[in-house]
């Protein structure tokens, strides 16, 4: 601080800011890139570990003996659903009730603001079936889930089985400390929120739901388990829920001890730990890895039916059985070993966990790395907006004079209010066009063309913005104004900031998402004056604009998933995606949408603004 | 000449088949003293009745004292009503006498020497979360006492019950756990259990039908619950030996009536019995509101042990379907809401009485961390707004004492009852935490206070066994009964500060005081001045040697 109460110091500081500003600012977008790419680099991370002590030390037996009649259940399971076509309630409540649960079945009903296209469904009406296994001489305060959906078609009947089966055997030990609840939901993620929402007698999306009869107090932890093979290659964990909030480490790093003391592989985004660290594909699988992680967190959105729970403070995954063409198989006694094991260092905990991180990323399943390791990578990107601003508010608090042809000395006056108001007001009430009007107006869409609903929202999102991208013209008009070179500078001083602090509460919450925004926003934020070429500028800025980085994050995440698809198809999938962010807005709540709609959007809009200035 | 106290120790079994095929077994011991502890007479002769508890309800002048441990909730809709309810956890109510002038102190003193006495944790009721009940807790004995300044209350929903508080419990009975029933009485069976309840009550009961004088009646009672499922694969069958792991070979020789009931009320659709030995003696009562039949050994009779000389009974049932019971009163209580800051808690009371409405107490005390905002309060039946006859509300004060707040409901017949109040979590300081306190922090159970219709008297075209004469009006036997309900304890999260920060946090504070507050306060207060630039080196020396040379400086 002596460096800023010395004025020839300071003057000397900020002069080098400022005639340095845009090396230091290409230094900083290529260190903050080169940082995240580094937190790949084993070496970099860290191993994981147990910080819980009530889980690390004590040991508990697996000794699930029943896998078979867990499979046979399943089957039977499977021909009830068949038979009824939709969640068997009176097979499963009978089943739940003759293995000594307490039975409860809760109703819901949900209409879609439109219809999901991808699974088919707009009216949606279902009911969850639960029971609950009390522990002995235990007060109902404290609870632990097992969920498995009941999904049409043939999937994760296997996972109902070994539900049932687990439910079965949990019954008849006496060692529990708390409430095992096993679920059973319909309709995936609707089922479960409303599922959460009645047990925490919240109403967040307005959903129809009965309310519960039976309850076991504060839930601990929740795993939810898929399953649609008799014998699993591996097993994969799925973490990101919804908002990009992840369940505490300690949830992943029993998953992985176990599956290591039990012998069964196991993966974290479909891809298994790798030893070679100093080879080039080992280092690239750990960076497709975590890329993984970065865009599902990024989405917002769950990744399985854990992602719900997380909202709640309740630390849950969800554990995915896959079956490869792998010659090693595991078999359902197994995995119900596995999940005993877990519930069973579940149950001995004393306290909810909280020992271990909620902010990381996991290049490996064996490595992490923590909220202190990735920051700086964002830190570096976010220290750009911090430059330019300090650069632009130099230029303004000295302003160059002019002379005239007098000979006296001309101030700029300072631009008005208005012509900074003007363009913040008309950008964000875009913005607030595009998250209101794609709902609101499909009908009317319906009417004159020819598409569906889901096309119609989907279209109308993309209309309008892009109709936004004619509003500078529109902005001038009505300001009926020369802009000035101050203006613009206000305006981008105003906006460069906005950014900022958008950007950094974004990170703040979910790291992936403001990251990769700021990948793409933070050098158009740097390098866009009214005087750069227009037409060039304007393709960069388009090609940079938030529309377009999820355009691009689709294909990247399809080609890191290893299915690959061409134009056509992506952009199919880039149109079902929008319409999938808007419906998970709808449905649980995710923040995505109303964020890029209603604040990244109108950023974006005023540096635009900016280079159609004059 | 004083006549010497008459005592009388009576001890009993009952064992109940639950619905949902687990056992239910009461002990309960009596031991009645003719000894008036009220008086001011010194009472220094003691035989049945425990010294220890005499004397310390003669030294803090107590008149009433129900304690209980219960390891465990009652499962209402599985089990139907117990025969004492307790909450999870210890409970203490006390009623002092009129002459007691520091209530507080002496409660306070009271529950020191019971928590030495009964090894438990007891000492920590203090006046955080100890609350004087306008009306849900009446005296159970004898005497008019109406001004609830003498009564106290409090519960520790956390305590854990456990073989260390059987064995102080087992040995304030007149033959300890050497004869008669309390040889079943052992506690790793007793603890291998779904339920496990022990209590002890102290009260003034009238010693002759005028009520001239009164004795003191000390009755400890247990309450345990098997559970067939884990230990008995499933069959419907048990016997004592099962269950205790110990058969009954004889009375205590000091009790004047030794028995064990077993439950047997025909319903021959659903579970014919088969008991045996039988037992010639049966007898009804009125139990809860139902009429029921039990099978009665009597243990001082030599005629019940057999040839064998030990008493083991054995029962079998057929199995019982699984649905859950429709209990005439029964309850639910839970947090709802997410997030740090706030929360509500709603408590549920259903009224299953098809046609009649009963009024019901009810009492919840919070502690004070939990910010209760009364204005909150709704209270709803059926959709409707029901609106309680009598609230009493004390307000908490932080670190002080609890809330308090006691309604009278009126629950409308078939029906659902919600009771429903938000909160705001506060943040302690940071010594204020428990050990563990991310495990979260307990509110005691709720209390509920019911005149409940009688099924007995709801039963009105029954009169296979009953006389025409007897059974026009409908409510002939006791039209209805008390029950008390206790609803689950609720554990709730507080905003915790991550323990292991505080290290980090003193380091991180210090240097944004040191670097941040100091520079700051540097920069508002200093003024700036232009200064003389101070001559380079070069100049001085040049100057040095100027002056030298007698030339003038630069």
Redesign the interface.
């Known amino acids: 601080?002596?460096l800023?109460?010395d004025?020839n110091r300071r003057r000397a500081l900020i002069g080098m800011l400022t005639r340095l500003n845009a090396p230091i600012c290409m230094i900083c977008y290529m260190a903050g890139v080169a940082w995240f790419m580094g937190l790949a680099f084993e070496p970099f991370t860290l191993r994981t570990y147990m910080s819980e002590n009530a889980m690390g030390s004590t040991m508990v037996e697996e000794r699930f003996p029943a896998g078979e009649r867990a499979l046979a259940t399943g089957r039977e399971f499977a021909a009830h659903k068949k038979k009824t076509g939709g969640m068997p309630v009176d097979w499963l409540v009978r089943t739940m009730?003759?293995r000594?649960l307490?039975?409860y079945t809760q109703r819901f009903s949900r209409k879609l603001p439109f219809p999901d296209e991808d699974k088919e469904r707009y009216m949606v009406k279902g009911t969850n079936v639960y029971g609950i296994l009390?522990a002995?001489?235990?007060?109902?305060?404290?609870a632990l889930v097992l969920s498995a959906p009941c999904s049409p078609g043939n999937e994760n009947n296997q996972a109902v089985g070994i539900l049932l089966g687990l439910a079965q055997y949990f019954?008849?030990?006496?060692y529990w400390a708390k409430d095992i609840i096993f679920l059973v939901n319909e309709h995936d993620l609707i089922g479960m929120q409303a599922w959460l929402e009645g047990y925490?007698?919240?109403n967040t999306t307005g959903m129809d739901w009965s309310p519960l009869?039976?309850?076991g107090?504060?839930i601990q932890a929740a795993l939810s388990l898929e399953l649609s093979s008799d014998v699993v290659t591996s097993l994969d964990l799925v973490l990101e829920g919804l908002n990009g909030q992840l369940p505490n480490l300690d949830l992943a790093n029993l998953f992985y001890a176990f599956c290591q003391k039990i012998g069964v592989l196991c993966t974290t985004q479909g891809k298994l730990p790798r030893n070679d660290w100093d080879t080039t594909s080992g280092y690239s699988h750990a960076v497709q890895t975590m890329m993984l992680m970065v865009l599902k967190q990024a989405s917002s959105r769950p990744w399985g039916d854990h992602g719900l729970f997380l909202?709640?403070?309740i630390e849950a995954a969800s554990i995915k059985g896959v079956n490869s063409f792998r010659p090693y198989k595991t078999d359902a006694t197994t995995v119900g070993r596995l999940l005993e094991g877990m519930y069973r260092k579940l149950n001995n905990l004393?306290?909810?966990l909280?020992q271990s991180y909620f902010f990381y990323l996991m290049p490996s399943l064996t490595r992490f790395v923590s909220i202190g390791y990735y920051m700086p990578a964002f830190g570096l990107l976010a220290l750009i907006l911090l430059l330019r601003a300090l650069d632009l508010w130099v230029q303004l608090s000295s302003p160059p004079t002019r002379t005239t042809e007098d000979g006296v000395e001309v101030v700029p006056a300072s631009p008005g209010v208005l012509s900074i108001l003007t363009p913040l007001v008309i950008s964000h009430l875009t913005g607030v066009a595009l998250y209101t009007l794609p709902v609101l107006s499909q009908e009317l869409a319906v009417e004159h063309f020819p598409v569906s609903e889901t096309e119609a929202v989907v279209l109308t999102a993309i209309a309008i913005y892009t109709a936004g991208l004619a509003l500078p013209h529109n902005t001038h008009r009505l300001l009926a104004g020369e802009g000035t070179e101050q203006g613009w500078k206000v305006l981008k001083l105003v906006a460069v900031l906005y950014l900022a602090v958008l950007l950094g509460c974004t990170a703040l919450i979910n790291f992936s998402l403001g990251f990769i925004l700021a990948l793409t926003l933070v050098p158009l934020a740097a390098f866009i004056t009214p005087h750069v070429p227009k037409t060039l500028s304007a393709v960069v800025m388009v090609i940079l604009s938030p529309g377009l980085t999820l355009l691009f994050a689709v294909f990247f995440f399809q080609e890191l998933q290893e299915t690959p698809v061409t134009l056509q198809e992506g952009w199919m999938l880039y149109l079902s995606v929008i319409s999938q962010g808007i419906l998970d807005h709808a449905l649980y709540g995710s923040l995505l949408y109303p964020l890029a709609a209603l604040l990244v959007y109108p950023c974006w809009l005023l540096f635009w603004n900016i280079l159609f200035w004059k | 000449c004083a006549r010497a106290p008459m005592y009388d120790f009576q001890e009993e079994l009952v064992i109940r088949p639950l619905h949902s095929g687990d056992i239910y077994a009461s002990f309960q011991f009596r031991t009645v003293w003719d000894a008036d502890f009220m008086g001011d007479q010194k009472v220094s002769h003691y035989r049945l009745f425990p010294k220890s508890l005499g004397q310390v309800i003669t030294k803090f002048s107590v008149r009433e004292l129900h304690i209980s441990f219960t390891?465990?909730?009652w499962?209402t809709?599985?089990w139907g009503q117990p025969y004492l309810p307790s909450p999870?956890?210890a409970e203490l109510w006390v009623w002092f006498q009129d002459t007691v002038t520091d209530v507080d102190g002496t409660w306070k003193e009271l529950t020191n020497v019971l928590s030495g006495i009964f090894c438990a944790s007891l000492n920590f009721i203090d006046s955080t979360n100890t609350v004087q009940p306008s009306a849900s807790f009446k005296p159970l004995g004898i005497g008019n006492v109406t001004d609830h300044s003498f009564l106290r209350y409090a519960t520790l929903?956390r305590e854990i019950v456990c073989t260390e508080n059987l064995t102080p419990w087992k040995k304030l009975l007149p033959c300890g756990s050497k004869a008669g029933l309390s040889v079943l009485l052992k506690s790793e069976k007793l603890?291998?259990?779904?339920?496990?309840s022990q209590a002890v009550h102290v009260r003034p009961v009238c010693q002759d039908p005028q009520c001239r004088t009164t004795s003191m009646e000390l009755r400890q009672t247990l309450n345990v619950v098997f559970?067939l499922?884990?230990s008995g694969?499933g069959k419907r069958e048990w016997s004592l030996f099962k269950m205790f792991s110990r058969t009954l070979t004889e009375a205590c020789p000091l009790a004047s009536s030794s028995k064990v009931y077993v439950d047997v009320t025909d319903n021959p659709q659903v579970r014919p019995f088969e008991l045996s030995p039988a037992t010639p003696l049966l007898t009804q009562a009125v139990v809860l509101g139902d009429r029921r039949t039990y099978s009665v050994y009597d243990l001082t009779q030599q005629a019940s042990f057999g040839s064998s000389r030990s008493l083991n009974m054995l029962l079998r049932w057929k199995a019982a379907?699984?649905?859950?019971l429709r209990p005439l009163l029964h309850s639910?209580r839970?947090?709802?809401?997410?997030?740090?800051q706030a929360g509500?808690i709603?408590t549920l009371i259903y009224n299953h009485h098809p046609y009649r409405a009963f009024p019901v107490l009810l009492l919840s005390a919070v502690p004070w961390y939990l910010r209760l905002y009364i204005h909150t309060l709704t209270v709803s039946s059926k959709g409707k707004d029901n609106r309680p006859s009598y609230i009493h509300y004390q307000p908490s004060k932080d670190r002080e004492r609890p809330h308090l707040l006691e309604m009278l409901l009126q629950l409308p017949p078939n029906s659902v009852t919600e009771v429903t109040v938000e909160f705001e979590r506060a943040l302690l300081k940071w010594t204020e935490y428990t050990p563990?306190?991310?495990?979260?922090f307990?509110v005691g159970s709720s209390v509920i206070s019911a005149l409940v219709p009688s099924v007995v008297a709801m039963d009105t075209n029954s009169t296979l066994d009953r006389p025409l004469f007897s059974s026009f009006f409908p409510c002939k036997e006791e039209a209805s009964y008390f029950m008390r309900v206790y609803t689950?304890?609720?554990?709730?999260?507080l905003p915790?500060p991550?323990f292991s920060m505080p290290y980090n946090v003193i380091c991180l504070t210090c240097t944004v005081v040191a670097?941040g507050y100091?520079?700051?306060y540097?920069?508002l207060t200093?003024t700036?001045q232009v200064d003389e630039p101070s001559p380079g080196l070069a100049k001085r020396i040049a100057n040095v040697i100027r002056r030298f040379r007698g030339v003038p400086l630069l």
């Open positions: 601080m002596g800023l109460s004025p009730q003759a000594g307490e039975v009390r002995p001489r235990a007060p109902r305060t404290e019954r008849s030990q006496i925490h007698h919240t009869q039976g309850r107090g504060s909202r709640y403070h004393l306290e909810r909280h | 390891q465990g909730y499962r809709m599985q999870p956890g929903p603890f291998h259990s779904t339920f496990h559970d499922h884990t694969q379907d699984g649905e859950m639910e839970y947090v709802a809401g997410y997030g740090l509500e709603h563990d306190p991310n495990h979260g307990y689950e304890p609720l554990l709730v999260n915790t991550d670097v100091g520079s700051l540097n920069l200093r700036f």
